[in-house]
């Protein structure tokens, strides 16, 4: 079975939680995820870490109830980030974001964790169909591109 933490407006999973979704199976916080140890086979969550104010927490609770879990984050190494903190003084991810990640501090933070049998890698995501167009035509006009020359937005993190 799978378990989509932070399942927001599209769930994925057999089981959905999230801490404010209508479409979640269950309402509960990622830090505090009410099931047995080791009840699913992957544990998935999408952008949900950077929002967390606990993310080891989150991470030691995913890693508790599933034998695989992955998840990705934003990575502020990249130019629409860079230019969203120029313009923001500082507040690199908006209000609503906790944590600012980078692939390499991942890694670090990963290692801290004692988190050793994980595979830490860059990727892009396209904007879904259903995506407002200026998200769609930023997508092709500036994410795609700059994807050529191995710039990515996006960290996913696999371990187990």
């Known amino acids: 079975m799978k378990l989509d933490v932070g399942c927001g407006y599209r769930p994925t999973g057999d089981v959905n939680v999230d801490i404010n979704s209508p479409y979640a ?4 916080d990622a830090a505090y995820l009410p099931f047995k140890d080791e ?3 992957e544990v998935f ?3 949900v870490i950077e929002h967390c104010s606990d993310p080891a927490k989150m991470l030691e609770e ?3 109830v599933g034998r695989k879990v992955t998840f990705t984050t934003d990575d502020i190494h990249w130019p ?3 230019f969203h903190y120029l313009f923001r003084r500082g507040q690199c991810m908006g209000k609503e974001h906790c944590m600012a990640w980078t692939r390499r501090y991942m890694e670090n ?3 801290l964790m004692c988190v050793y049998d994980c595979r830490v890698t860059k990727t ?3 904007p879904s169909p259903s995506a407002h167009w200026p998200k769609r035509a930023f997508y092709w006009l500036v994410e795609r591109p700059l994807s050529a020359v191995g710039i990515k937005p996006t960290i996913k993190v696999e371990i187990g």
């Open 39 to 41: 009840a699913f086979t």
């Open 45 to 47: 969550s999408g952008d």
């Open 25 to 28: 199976d269950m309402i509960c």
């Open 124 to 126: 892009i995501r396209t």
């Open 80 to 82: 629409g980030r860079v």
């Open 62 to 64: 995913m890693l508790r």
């Open 109 to 111: 933070w990963l290692r």
